[in-house]
């Protein structure tokens, strides 16, 4: 078996030196009595396609254990490392060193519930929004034979499906949003994507009626102000401003009919 190699540095001036990075953390663990939100800046030499993940791990590895993030898979699918990078929203692990400058700022993503430094509870939030919306398939037929083979899906129907169910949850739409911002109760794009992926489902029962009862007010597809962040920002590539659209336009119809 071959020996790993170890993990190349990345010159970044005309004496072939790898750049030292300063990554700057905006600390704070409510926890702590008497702790107070604050600026801590480290020092680390940059590597050949290093993220910020890897950056915050050797920071945590070598410098301060005390240091707080979230991970999981590493590979940009569970949403759990989000966090304003830069000021704007994004996915630690999906973040190269080599597209920021020499400087990175780093604090937690706002509206949500701060844990400790770069550790918020988006799956309060997001578990909340789901039981609200109701975000799971409601089966037209309420005792279904589950030995019976499933119907088939028309492709094209299936691949639009699929497209909105790769919503990881990481909360970049809902920290980016101004409304969510505003409007405590504001579904967000993360929310009103659900409900584009069920609207789609010939499965479901529900129809734009039941819908208009959920998401027909200001705290859902009335109250986005069409900001696009949420599109901008998402790190799966969505479709959200457009879903967003498409609902608004389908509950205002809903709305006149009624």
Known sequence: MNAPQPIQV?????????????????????QLAGSVPHWQTYEIEEAHGMTLFIALTEIREKQDPSLQFDFVCRAGICGSCAMVIDGKPGLACRTLTKDHGRTITLAPLPFFELIGDLSVNTGQWMRAMSERLQGWLQMRDESPDIGRIEQPMDPDLADKIYELDRCIECG???????????????????????????????????DDADWYDIIGDDDGVFGCMSLLACHDLCPKDLPLATQIAFLRRAMVRQGVQA
């Open 10 to 30: 990345v010159p970044r001036n005309g004496n072939g030196e790898p750049r030292r990075l300063q990554i700057k953390v905006l600390r704070h663990n409510p």
């Open 172 to 206: 970049c739409c809902v920290a980016g949003c101004g409304t969510a911002r505003m409007r405590e109760d504001f579904v967000g794009a993360v929310g009103m994507n659900r409900v584009a992926r069920f609207r789609l489902d010939p499965r479901d029962a529900r």
